[in-house]
């Protein structure tokens, strides 16, 4: 216990260092972050997602609410955060959690008020971050009322708002499957067709080749812009079209988690012309001042397939998330290499954006995480997240280390996929906890009972025993970001990754023109000795900026370098 004393004190000092050194550059270099080259603010920005049902309560209702998130915007600031994507707060049955959304131009009840939402933009620009929402183009709910006029008749005027067809030998219309398991065709009583959705029956596909579906859409979109959100995180954007005659899919071996069997989903997925209908929106995000932004939920099976999302000539989407990169699911400095290699290369010349948890993913504090170290990897993954060329991405929660609690039996589970898939698909209810405020009941999320109960770690991992903790993932988490947004280096300058074959260490430069900072990241949990192979102009000085490691405050890079395990460094190449 003493001895832990100990090394809670010596290791406070030094991260109190540490912080000076970040705070005197933030001073000095500030003059010269300011004056550089005009770019668009998503590029520098760091965003972050909130799903607001789990971030924070401020009526006592076990579920939270847009005034919660008011009330935490000074935290968000002084997290430093730029923008904050919402998961969707619109009405909504709340089937899949607000994906189903009944109602595109208003607020859920539960979550407040349009004049909460315009409280919350007012007050976020007043703390210089925006607002981006979650925008769902590719369904309704079956609630909506546009839904509602279909299925009532087949000469209902917005009959074709939505896919309907006859079924084909007494089943559905083809094979395809709802990504959510069974057949994506229900069987509609009133008017004995069937209608498509990818998701749950409960979230009917709009008909994207319905000129009026699109014209109502970008009315939305105009509605939100109007109110001053900064872009849009564009759902299930690939899905929007499917092959109007209804080809089959490939069947492919095994089954899933439904015990449905597995397809390519070719004729229903990527489908070329949902890129007219992104040049489209592009243009009309660009109508409005202020380099509105457009965010990509950009599932591809490949890079390649993922460059198309920028658009031919850049015109559609501004950051599509790399998924590819976000699943590596393993501490691997040459799959990281890799995948970091082709998106900074990547031929559309778009900007990356990186990620590694949303809600619907396990948190990255399990999936990298060992088990008995994870505080340590966290912070590795989160240096290597804040410190590449690009825009970083952060889900709530990830900045203390919150960890997954996934359902215990198929009676605690609220996602449907979870019911549906159990055990072998548990959902998604996991990663989307309350957030962990403190160590009080219900991790101060709320005075009522949590609509999902609140992870086991809550006690040590939470804002509060954090922001006292010097040596906390929150407080390495704020000062990355802080030296992201002060260092140019590290804002703009290029990546260059070094030592390719090294199997253990992740190393690359930041910068150009003589002006660099270092990175190395030892992935393996065994100490590393590493000659790192840097280019002749690069000086062989460095200081250290920051580190989840002890490591001495300068090294000479002509000689060896000695990384701890697990060891995470950011240098400044001193010239
Ligand atoms: C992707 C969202 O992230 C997920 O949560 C949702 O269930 C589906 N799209 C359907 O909208």
């Known amino acids: 216990m003493v001895r832990r004393l100990a090394i809670v004190v010596a290791l406070s000092l030094l991260v109190n260092c540490l912080a000076i050194n970040i705070a005197s550059a933030a001073d000095s270099q500030l003059a010269v972050t300011s004056p550089l080259k005009q770019e668009p603010w998503w590029k520098h920005a760091v965003f972050y997602e909130i799903y607001p049902r789990s971030f924070a309560d401020a009526k006592n209702a076990g579920v939270g609410n847009l005034q919660g998130i008011i009330s935490k915007l000074d935290y968000l600031k002084d997290l430093g955060v730029d923008a904050i994507w919402i998961t969707p707060c619109y009405p909504s049955p709340q089937v899949d959690f607000g994906y189903d959304i009944s109602d595109y131009e208003n607020i859920a009840p539960e979550y407040g008020t349009l004049a909460d939402f315009d409280q919350l933009v007012k ?29 009532s008749s087949k000469s209902n005027p917005k009959r074709d708002w939505y896919i309907w067809r006859d079924g084909k030998d007494n089943g559905p219309p083809n094979n395809w499957n709802s990504i959510f398991g069974h057949s994506a065709w229900t069987l509609d009583p009133t008017t004995k067709q069937y209608y498509y959705h990818f998701f749950y029956p409960e979230q009917p596909d709009l008909n994207w080749r319905n000129p009026a579906v699109k014209k109502a859409m970008f009315d939305v979109v105009r509605f939100w812009l109007d109110r001053g959100v900064a872009g849009f995180r564009l759902d299930a954007i690939t899905t929007l079209f499917e092959d109007p005659n209804l080809k089959d899919n490939k069947v492919l071996a095994g089954k899933n988690a439904y015990g449905d069997p597995n397809m390519a989903n070719e004729n229903n997925d990527h489908s070329p012309q949902i890129h007219e209908v992104l040049r489209e929106l592009r243009q009309v995000i660009n109508s409005y001042p202020g380099d509105r932004v457009l965010v990509g939920e950009t599932y591809g099976k490949d890079l390649a397939d993922l460059c198309l999302m920028y658009g031919k000539n850049g015109d559609e989407i501004h950051l599509p998330m790399n998924f590819q990169f976000a699943y590596i699911n393993k501490l691997s400095a040459p799959d990281f290499r890799a995948r970091i290699d082709e998106w900074d290369n990547n031929p559309a010349k778009g900007w990356p954006v990186y990620l590694f948890n949303n809600h619907d993913c396990v948190r990255s504090y399990n999936r990298y995480g060992d088990g008995v170290q994870n505080d340590q990897i966290a912070k590795l993954m989160a240096t290597m997240l804040l410190t590449l060329r690009g825009t970083p991405l952060l889900y709530y929660g990830e900045e203390l280390g919150m960890e997954n609690r996934d359902p215990r039996s198929i009676d605690e589970v609220y996602d449907p996929i979870g019911k549906l898939g159990w055990p072998k698909e548990k959902g998604r209810d996991g990663e989307r906890t309350p957030m962990q405020w403190n160590a009080d009941t219900n991790a101060g999320f709320s005075q009522a009972k949590p609509w999902l109960p609140v992870t086991a770690s809550y006690k040590s991992h939470n804002v509060a025993v954090e922001e006292k903790d010097p040596n906390s993932i929150l407080n390495y988490y704020k000062k990355l970001i802080q030296l992201r947004r002060v260092n140019p280096d590290l804002r703009e300058g290029d990546y260059k990754s070094l030592n390719a074959g090294d199997k253990s260490v992740l190393a690359y430069l930041r910068g150009k023109d003589n002006s660099y900072v270092l990175v190395a990241l030892n992935m393996s949990k065994s100490a590393q000795k590493i000659r790192l192979q840097l280019p002749e102009e690069v000086s062989r000085h460095a200081k250290l900026l920051i580190s989840n490691a002890t490591g001495s405050q300068t090294v000479d890079l002509s000689s060896d370098l000695n990384l701890d395990p697990l060891g995470a460094y950011v240098w400044e190449i001193v010239r």
Request: proline content about 0%; overall charge positive; aromatic content about 6%.
């Open 123 to 151: 007050e976020a620009n007043a703390r210089n971050i925006k607002i981006v929402m979650d925008l769902v183009m590719n369904h309704t709910s079956d609630k909506h009322k546009w839904f509602i006029e279909s299925r």
